[in-house]
């Protein structure tokens, strides 16, 4: 799962039937489990309406799919939540064994550092 912010909107005019009438999002991620690499934006399917500047969960790969209702659709990341408010404990985020990626130049508004 990621943590993100939506920050825009893709509007296609032709896509593949299983995506008519879901709306496409731009998400640039701040919090990550583990990722394989860095990236800047992510392409989701919102899911529950959430609008530009809002953080977001978003789902990846197959649950992602669970989360449209449909395991066929042509759907690699799903926006599954609007979060209201994340806390992180400061000392765990310093531990090196921790998977979690923060990214350091992006922090979301809805997030609470707890000692």
């Known amino acids: 799962m990621i943590l993100g912010r939506l920050i825009g909107t893709v509007w296609a005019t032709r896509k593949n039937p299983r995506l008519e009438n879901r709306k496409l999002a731009i998400v640039r991620p701040y919090f990550w489990y583990n990722p394989s690499h860095d990236i800047e934006h992510v392409v989701a399917v919102d899911q529950v309406g959430a609008e530009i500047g809002q953080d977001v969960l978003v789902c990846v790969g197959q649950p992602g799919r669970w989360v449209a209702g449909d395991y066929r659709s042509p759907i ?3 926006i599954m939540a609007i979060v209201d408010r994340v806390e992180i404990a400061q000392r765990a985020c310093e531990d090196a064994t921790v998977p979690f990626v923060l990214r350091q130049d992006f922090r ?4 609470e550092w707890t000692p």
């Open 108 to 111: 979301p508004a809805t997030l």
């Open 76 to 78: 690699e990341a799903s």
